[in-house]
């Protein structure tokens, strides 16, 4: 579904260059959960952002279902980081959620089920027609990841989504994603620097170096399907695979040539 | 209930101090060009309300309003183009900032001579002097529309007028309701100021009209009504921007709110 070869990109300003990413190589299936970590500063947001089609590489390709990627491609969504900067606050919940539908091209009628569902979904159904400013943070990112959903993406790209919530609204939504993810059938790339997290949340866990990015493992997590925060966290396998990417960040970490 | 009250009180307690000291010091006045306050509401309801709202009042306020709309949307749309490309800035800066130099009044012998006496020569006048806080605030609150924001709609494929209309127009209404409240006060004195040359009918040539025939407190009364319009104008502004920015005010009391 997702196919990213020998991806590289270099930043280039005020007459130094940045190389940001070096080669990055990976796969993601239809249908799985795959999360990349990797030490902060290591380029996962334009990892993200050239997935996404934000960003144009400077050498490799990205291929979503078979097709090169160019620009935004089609049946994929983001959800950002910043949750206050990514949702319009002059929409009500609904209509946020509503919006990529209407870009779509799609009848009122096929919409509202879809945006109902969606809402629903992610516990918001009694704050449908609040704005957005009037939620907490961890609603907010909920509205996005709904509107998300609603847009009935393939591949679904998430870049630190809960980097900026409180650490009990992000076990909440840690578990949100991981139910969704059933739910919806979506192919999920999930980004970000929370070894702890990478390992709760995957199926495959992605580990990549400190700038200039490669990928140093790529680790499969044969944690059991049905995870909750209290017993996976727990697990002695939790524990140990926890303890192995974290082994192969330090590492690597200290490999790097020191900016 | 009580809030309402205070708020109405507060409304009008320096206009009603000022009036009546405006009354009682004039009471006695001699002097034919400040003639006393109770005159001058004397003369009030048969100059103004015997036949003169349709004849000049209403042929004013329309010209205001024609001037005043074509001067909003013709600022808003060159905004929306100008503040969307680098190349156009760059381009009409040096250009904007002479014109918008150039104080309004002194286009009116110009205009008079290739629009002639008419309505078109006066509603030119309008725009001319409306058109430019319109244009500028415009300008800048389409250069500072949120990145992430902008990511969404680019991944989301929200393009084309629902971009418009959802992202860009609404991100710059702030600064645009801004534009247009300062076009709105330039425009009522333009309104006066292009009646009282080469004008047959209009509040302005109506107040000029009075001043030569010696008809001082009947003059004051037009200074009376034009009072008046402003603050009508400037209340019914004042519950659009309610209504359109209401999110606005919205996220700036949530971003003040307790933390």
């Known amino acids: ?259 | 209930m009580i809030a309402v009250l205070r708020r109405t009180v507060l409304f009008l307690a320096l206009p009603v101090v000022l009036v009546m000291l405006w009354w009682f010091t004039s009471a006695d006045s001699i002097d034919y060009a400040r003639p006393p306050l109770a005159t001058i509401i004397d003369v009030f309801p048969k100059t103004w309300l015997t036949g003169r709202i349709t004849k000049d009042i209403l042929p004013s306020l329309a010209r205001l309003a024609i001037g005043y709309g074509l001067a909003l949307v013709a600022g808003v749309a060159l905004g929306v183009l100008i503040g969307g490309s680098r190349l156009l800035r760059a381009l009409l800066e040096p250009v904007l900032e002479f014109l918008r130099a150039i104080p309004p009044p002194v286009l009116v012998p110009i205009l008079i001579l290739i629009a002639g006496i008419d309505n078109t020569m006066k509603i030119l006048v309008i725009v001319s002097g409306c058109i430019w806080p319109i244009l500028l605030n415009t300008v800048e609150g389409v250069r500072a529309t949120d990145e992430v924001l902008g990511d969404t709609c680019r991944s989301y494929r929200i393009g084309g007028l629902l971009r418009l209309r959802t992202f860009v127009l609404r991100s710059a209404s702030p600064q645009i309701v801004t534009g247009a409240r300062q076009a709105l006060s330039i425009g009522i004195i333009l309104m006066v100021i292009s009646e009282m040359k080469a004008a047959s009918e209009g509040l302005g040539f109506t107040i000029v009209q009075f001043q030569r025939g010696f008809q001082i407190p009947e003059m004051w009364s037009g200074v009376l009504v034009l009072g008046i319009i402003g603050v009508v104008l400037a209340l019914l502004f004042r519950l659009v921007e309610r209504r359109v920015l209401v999110w606005y005010h919205g996220v700036r009391a949530a971003e003040r709110g307790p933390q």
């Open chain 1, 1 to 259: 579904m997702l196919d990213i070869r020998g991806l590289r990109k270099v930043y280039d300003g005020h007459g130094r260059q940045v190389e940001a990413l070096r080669n990055i190589t990976f796969q993601v299936d239809g249908g799985e959960f795959v999360c990349v970590v990797g030490p902060s500063g290591c380029g996962k947001t334009t990892l993200l952002r050239l997935i996404g089609g934000l960003l144009r590489p400077t050498g490799g390709e990205v291929a979503v279902a078979g097709k090169t990627v160019a620009g935004p491609p089609d049946g994929l969504a983001v959800v950002f980081q910043e949750y206050g900067r990514s949702l319009f606050p002059w929409l009500k919940v609904h209509e946020n959620v509503e919006l990529p539908l209407k870009a779509k091209g799609m009848a009122r009628k096929d919409r509202e089920p879809l945006v109902r569902n969606a809402i629903e979904a992610v516990g918001l159904a009694d704050a449908r027609t609040a704005w957005p400013w009037q939620l907490s943070g961890g609603m907010q990112q909920r509205v996005a990841i709904a509107r998300a959903l609603a847009f009935q993406p393939s591949v679904l790209l998430m870049d630190e989504p809960f980097a900026a919530v409180d650490a009990q609204t992000r076990a909440d939504l840690e578990d949100l994603v991981r139910s969704v993810w059933h739910q919806f059938g979506v192919t999920l790339l999930f980004v970000t620097h929370d070894i702890d997290e990478a390992v709760y949340l995957g199926q495959r866990v992605v580990v990549l170096s400190a700038s200039p990015t490669t990928v140093i493992e790529d680790l499969a997590i044969d944690l059991p399907d049905d995870r909750d925060q209290l017993n996976t966290r727990a697990d002695a396998r939790f524990v140990e695979l926890r303890g192995h990417v974290y082994s192969r960040i330090q590492q690597a970490k200290r490999n790097a040539p020191v900016a």
